[in-house]
């Protein structure tokens, strides 16, 4: 299946704990993301990475860090994780299209409740 | 910066019904806009996409830049089309992907 994958699913913890969600990509694209869905369905780009180097780094708390070991993946590991912190988290991926903006393909996402 | 709004947060059509989703953008420089899908427990997928100017499961999009607006339409809504739709401007100067709020339409049978 040629895809952008996400692990895990649903993600339940508590309050203060850190933890990691992984995402793979198997289309041969140069560009990963991070988004993240809060419980209004609001959609915010977070990080995104060309070829393992960090291109777009918005307004989000130090305790997030994305790590890009190869190009095909780009984890998110979270801090010290908060209430707030509760969300769906997208990971997408791009390549560039002739003549306009990369097409952008998003992995099922990742429920995190932090308790 | 650049902003997209999406007016009707919930949007319930009968089916067989034309339905409209607005989309209004602002952004200082030429945009491409996009509409995204996400029908229930699937991911989110791309639908169209103003460049192309094609029609994806009946619906259209036009870009009216005098009125700054991407509205998705679709002239007889269909029970499949339920789903939560998302307008979507790039901005080439930061290359970022800016969402909308999001509308859920719901196809009444």
């Known amino acids: 299946d040629t895809a952008v994958s996400q692990t895990p699913k649903y993600l339940v913890t508590q309050m203060g704990n850190d933890k990691s969600i992984k995402c793979e990509q198997n289309?041969?694209?140069?560009?990963m993301y991070w988004y993240k869905q809060d419980s209004k369905k609001f959609l915010k780009i977070m990080f995104s990475?060309?070829?393992?180097?960090?291109?777009i780094n918005e307004t989000v708390p130090n305790r997030f860090s994305p790590k890009s070991p190869d190009k095909a993946h780009l984890n998110l590991h979270i801090n010290s994780l908060e209430l707030g912190d509760s969300a769906v988290y997208f990971c997408?991926?791009?390549?560039?299209?002739?003549?306009?903006?990369?097409?952008?393909?998003f992995g099922p996402g990742t429920r995190l409740t932090v308790l | 910066a650049q902003r997209v709004t999406q007016p009707e947060k919930l949007l319930s059509v009968f089916k067989g019904a034309p339905v409209e989703l607005k989309c209004n953008y602002s952004?200082?420089?030429?945009?491409?806009l996009f509409w995204y899908v996400q029908y229930s427990r699937q991911r989110l997928q791309l639908l169209l996409r103003?460049?192309s100017r094609e029609s994806i499961k009946g619906f259209t999009a036009d870009l009216n830049k005098g009125e700054t607006s991407f509205h998705l339409k679709k002239p007889f809504a269909q029970e499949e089309d339920s789903a939560m739709y998302y307008c979507a401007l790039y901005n080439f100067g930061n290359e970022k992907l800016t969402f909308g709020t999001g509308t859920r339409l719901t196809i009444i049978p």
């Open positions: 990475y060309n070829n393992k180097e960090l291109i």
């Open positions: 103003h460049i």
């Open positions: 997408a991926s791009s390549h560039p299209t002739s003549g306009g903006a990369d097409t952008q393909y």
């Open positions: 289309l041969g694209h140069d560009t």
């Open positions: 952004y200082s420089g030429s945009p491409e």
